[in-house]
């Protein structure tokens, strides 16, 4: 299981190793997923000695846990700062242009969910309980949006939590198998389909600004 766990290197020289294993590591474990990565190959490709990676993270699951950990920090403070001044629909839009320009942690995570369906995978706790966790966060969303007259309310919230959760991870997937899928516009398409206006405003959308 993939507890939370947190013990960071407050010596500069240490710190910096210690991002640089985290840094091999998320490749590694994008390319080969977790159990296709080999902790001894992690070591080596971060030019750190295995003893050095265990000294900063003691086992393979504390390292796939940190790994998770520092993308999901990321990932929630570029979307919480989007939400401070946009729409849900237009936070997702620039989240999707975000993983448009750097896709490497959509594929970490995709290759994690998928290997974590195995309830034996470290991480399997934490993906089921990342997506509850994403479904109630939409399905309250949508309440929310339906309550200011901007979402069509003949849909319970947490249907379309799980509708959107869906699309997001199936255009990502098809983005990282099929290059020329522009999941942006896809994703504008879907909120268009469930807009109380009854009408698409996909072009309303100009883009984001920043990072």
Do not use: W
Not at 115 to 129: K, L, Q, R, T
Not at 136 to 164: C, I, K, N
Not at 175 to 192: C, G, M, T
């Amino acid at each position: 299981m993939v507890a939370r766990h947190n013990q960071r290197s407050h010596h500069p020289r240490g710190q910096a190793r210690r991002e640089r294993v985290l840094d091999t590591a998320s490749k590694a474990f994008a390319d080969r997923g977790f159990r296709g990565a080999a902790l001894a190959a992690i070591a080596a490709e971060s030019e750190t000695s295995l003893t050095g990676v265990l000294h900063h993270f003691q086992s393979k699951d504390r390292l796939l846990q940190a790994v998770i950990e520092h993308h999901e920090k990321q990932a929630a403070e570029r979307f919480i700062k989007r939400l401070d001044s946009a729409s849900l629909r237009d936070a997702l839009l620039c989240v999707m242009e975000d993983n448009d320009r750097d896709p490497a942690p959509v594929q970490l995570f995709l290759v994690l969910a998928t290997e974590a369906i195995d309830a034996a995978h470290p991480a399997h706790e934490y993906f089921v309980n990342r997506y509850r966790d994403a479904r109630e966060f939409f399905a309250a969303a949508f309440e929310r949006e339906q309550a200011e007259g901007r979402v069509r309310s003949d849909v319970e919230p947490h249907r379309l939590g799980q509708m959107l959760v869906a699309v997001m991870d199936g255009l990502l997937l098809q983005r990282l198998l099929k290059h020329d899928v522009d999941y942006v516009e896809a994703l504008a398409s879907f909120f268009d389909s469930i807009s109380a206006a009854g009408e698409a405003d996909g072009s309303n959308f100009s883009g984001c600004s920043g990072s």
